[in-house]
């Protein structure tokens, strides 16, 4: 019983591990990072493999349209100032429906 507790307490904290090596990945990328974690605790070494290869996120520019690199305040076609990272979020999922 012991050795399969021992095992068991092993297993996850690699997968811990993993989720934390995947959040750390999609945080530079601008992707979620809770999303990351989940993915790299179940997953383990594919989910990191994943967000290796992943692109980086991106948003629209609200002026021209144009995708821009998560990071970026600025849009690099036309200049214009882009939104936090929590802004996009709060303004397409305006909260709980009023009845
Ligand atoms: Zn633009």
Known sequence: MEAFIA???LLAAIGIGFGAACCSLASKKGHSTTTAFW???FFGLFALLG???ARPATREC???HEPNYF???TCK??????QSA???????????LQM
């Open 39 to 41: 993915l790299g605790l």
């Open 62 to 64: 609200p002026t021209c």
């Open 51 to 53: 967000y290796a290869i």
């Open 77 to 82: 076609m036309c200049g214009s100032p882009l």
């Open 7 to 9: 095992v068991l307490i």
């Open 71 to 73: 990071k970026r305040t």
């Open 86 to 96: 929590a802004a996009p979020d709060s303004q397409t999922h305006p909260g709980p």
